[in-house]
């Protein structure tokens, strides 16, 4: 059967509790502006392939769960100020925690942030989580 030419009626169904499945608000409209006065979650040294930005493993069975993958955002890259995995600098609390959780706490607090990244951003597999986890 061919889809609706106008798809807007269409209503998928997914259960608020599942935790493999998650419909998604749409982005916020850009301003059309540059985003300043951003906080820097990680600077990530050395490679920051997809396998670092989404590790692969047990979470791809979340991968239509974008909240639920993101708690493995960055966990295995390397972070240049302190030279471990999954450790940063909250910048508003002095406090250390996970990169997601941190992540998290800017989210909340509505505080926009950036990861800078050393070598090979990105690169790697065509695994879209990668480019919808820092959302």
Same mark, same amino acid.
């Given at each position: 059967?061919?889809?609706? %030419?106008?798809?807007?009626? +269409?209503?998928?169904?997914?259960?608020?509790?599942?935790?493999? /499945?998650? /419909? #998604?608000?749409?982005?916020?409209?850009?301003? @059309? =502006?540059?985003?300043?006065?951003?906080?820097? #979650?990680? =600077?990530?040294?050395?490679?920051?392939?997809?396998?670092?930005?989404? %590790?692969? @493993?047990?979470?791809?069975?979340?991968?239509?769960? /974008?909240?639920?993958?993101?708690?493995?955002?960055?966990?295995?890259?390397?972070? %240049? *100020?302190?030279?471990?995995?999954?450790?940063?600098?909250?910048? *508003?609390?002095?406090?250390?925690?996970?990169?997601?959780? +941190?992540?998290?706490?800017?989210?909340? %607090?509505?505080?926009?942030?950036?990861?800078?990244?050393?070598?090979?951003? @990105?690169? @790697?597999?065509?695994?879209?989580?990668?480019? #919808?986890?820092?959302?």
């Amino acid at each position: 059967q061919a889809p609706p %030419a106008d798809g807007s009626s +269409v209503v998928v169904d997914v259960s608020p509790t599942s935790d493999r /499945l998650q /419909l #998604l608000s749409p982005f916020d409209k850009w301003s @059309g =502006k540059d985003l300043n006065d951003m906080r820097i #979650l990680i =600077k990530v040294k050395g490679k920051c392939t997809t396998d670092h930005i989404s %590790a692969a @493993g047990p979470w791809l069975k979340f991968r239509g769960h /974008l909240e639920n993958i993101s708690n493995n955002l960055l966990i295995t890259a390397i972070n %240049a *100020e302190n030279e471990e995995m999954n450790k940063v600098k909250n910048q *508003e609390t002095g406090g250390y925690d996970q990169v997601p959780e +941190v992540a998290k706490q800017y989210r909340d %607090a509505g505080i926009n942030w950036v990861v800078v990244g050393d070598e090979n951003y @990105g690169e @790697g597999s065509s695994r879209e989580h990668a480019a #919808l986890e820092p959302r």
